[in-house]
């Protein structure tokens, strides 16, 4: 069994992975099983990746969980997935405490359904302790939104005196962005997407400048600890450049 960890530069573990969950249904479709089936396993690997993540000693963890754009599946597996946040907390707080992990969601809570907001919040509170790990949800998240948001949240600033538009820089709406609490570490330095499609889906768009992307054709739930070795050991093996030489 090969171990792509003990490959790996431990000092050049990226600070911050963000990863796009993809082929969940594909992966169900293949065994003919209900694409909630598919859903399912993928929230075990969730769990498999962030404990990997932590002990390799990455700082923030972003996984993209539903989209502002998933509203428009049919209703029961939208049902089922607002329950998956409960379901994972329900068998897993104590494993992330054990491991020192955080756990911080972003995007529009207030659109869910009162009992996922209560779980998530309470989540958050349950590991508000742990300085490990940050486990970021996106959770009703998308890129486009965050901006018109941070946009709205500057316009307010300028309208109240509180800024001019002269003053608008980069550093603005970097703190303007629901990223904005990961300080040094809100940009992810590595995205990886899986089920082979090569798209940013609406997925950090502000955060994503510079980072590099790594593609791989497994589905989630075939994801685990050595497949993201893999993608870091890619990300190692590549030249980072920020548009300098
Ligand atoms: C909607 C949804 C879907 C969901 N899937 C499992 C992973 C594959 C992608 C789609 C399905 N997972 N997995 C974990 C969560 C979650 C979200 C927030 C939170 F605070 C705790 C856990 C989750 N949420």
Redesign the pocket.
């Known amino acids: 069994m090969e171990n792509t960890t003990m490959q790996l530069d431990r000092e050049r573990i990226p600070k911050h992975i963000a990863i796009i969950?993809d082929g969940?249904g594909r992966w169900a479709q293949a065994r003919h099983l209900p694409r909630v089936a598919g859903?399912q396993q993928?929230?075990q690997?969730?769990k498999k990746v962030t404990i990997a993540a932590s002990q390799l000693g990455v700082k923030v963890l972003s996984?993209y969980?539903?989209s502002t754009e998933n509203w428009k599946r049919p209703q029961t597996e939208v049902k089922f997935?607002?329950q998956?946040?409960g379901k994972?907390?329900s068998t897993f707080v104590p494993d992330l405490i054990a491991n020192n992990v955080r756990?911080q969601?972003m995007g529009d809570l207030t659109q869910l359904p009162s009992a996922t907001q209560q779980?998530?919040q309470k989540?958050m509170d349950d590991t508000k302790a742990c300085d490990g790990m940050i486990l970021n949800?996106a959770?009703n998240y998308g890129g486009r939104d965050e901006i018109v948001r941070a946009t709205q949240q500057i316009a307010k600033q300028v309208a109240a005196g509180e800024l001019t538009a002269d003053q608008i820089d980069e550093t603005t709406l970097t703190n303007a962005m629901m990223t904005s609490e990961l300080g040094e570490y809100a940009d992810p330095e590595l995205m990886i997407r899986t089920s082979g499609e090569q798209r940013i889906s609406n997925f950090m768009l502000w955060q994503l400048a510079y980072s590099e992307f790594v593609f791989v054709n497994q589905h989630?739930p075939d994801f685990d600890g050595e497949s993201l070795a893999q993608a870091i050991l890619t990300f190692q093996s590549r030249h980072r450049r920020f548009g300098g030489l």
């Open positions: 969950m969940n859903h993928g929230m690997t969730v996984l969980a539903f997935l607002m998956l946040p994972f907390f756990v969601v779980v998530v989540a949800f959770l989630w």
